[in-house]
């Protein structure tokens, strides 16, 4: 059995998941994807339901709101959001704690342990290697290839996404990428780039777009567990391993591990995104980790 009750950190709601019998033996703090804020949501949902019976604390938050509308909210503001979480949750219970990202938050995952040594592992589910422009990118051919087009296909929607973050770097002129957006709008494959053919009036900022993976994980020193889906799209899987081993033999740390998630790609679980269509195979892998 479990009980969640309502707490807060930084005056933001949070929940705060542990067994209802026996003691609390580890805590994990759950960080964000770039889409969803909210302190409940399904892939949380999951994490306390597996964990807490098994008596880890964990602790999902209400993420800072950003006053702009940019692409991302900059890590470094996250980052203190996961560092914030993780007292709140050390208050309650004084034991070893470490960070569970998905997506964007594995990023933030890393950023926090950085900020806190005594992070005592990270959970990366869905984590890349490269910086977030080359994730897009790649996520963008993917997606173009696995839609069935062929290589001028690739090769067009893949010009939109590199020119659209060389304006957002102010690398190139706004009247040139908006001819470009317009030349292209009638492709069957548009949508695919993930592009609006109105920029709008103001140009997003996307902060990290050029991060640099590679220098943050040889910080991590911590054990850390990769979880990627088998059919991952989103991040090419393994540039990220040889990045993370890379960066393991920098900073000395032996203890990362990486697992492939059965018959999932960047969502552990079925198209709808549901509680019930969480993979059972990620669900043991989180289990194992706990109990081994």
Known sequence: ?????????????????????????????????????????????????????????????????????????????????????????????????????????????????????????????????????????????????????????VAGAVEIRDQVADLLRGKVDRASVDALLKRQEDKPWFDLAGIPVDLGDELPVWHGIDFASEPLYATVTCPVLLMHGEDEANLPVPETLEVWRRAAATSGNTQVESVRIPGVGHWPGSADRSLEGISADYTEILRNWFTR
């Open 1 to 153: 059995m479990i009980t969640a009750k309502e707490i807060q950190v930084d005056g933001r709601p949070a929940l705060l998941t542990v067994p209802t019998d026996g003691p609390v033996t580890t805590g994990v703090v759950a960080l964000h994807g770039s889409s969803n804020s909210s302190y409940r949501q399904v892939i949380f949902e999951h994490l306390a339901n597996t964990l807490a019976p098994l008596g880890v604390a964990v602790l999902s938050f209400e993420r800072a709101p950003w006053p702009r509308d940019d692409v991302d909210i900059p890590y470094d503001v996250q980052a203190a959001g996961a560092v914030a979480a993780y007292e709140v949750l050390k208050s309650y219970h004084d034991v070893p704690i470490g960070f569970w990202g998905v997506s964007q938050g594995t990023w933030v995952a890393a950023l926090a342990a950085q900020r806190l040594p005594e992070t005592a592992f990270l959970l990366l589910l869905g984590c890349a290697g490269v910086s977030p422009a080359e994730q897009m990118r790649h996520a963008t051919i993917e997606s173009v290839r696995r839609a069935g087009y062929d290589e001028e296909a």
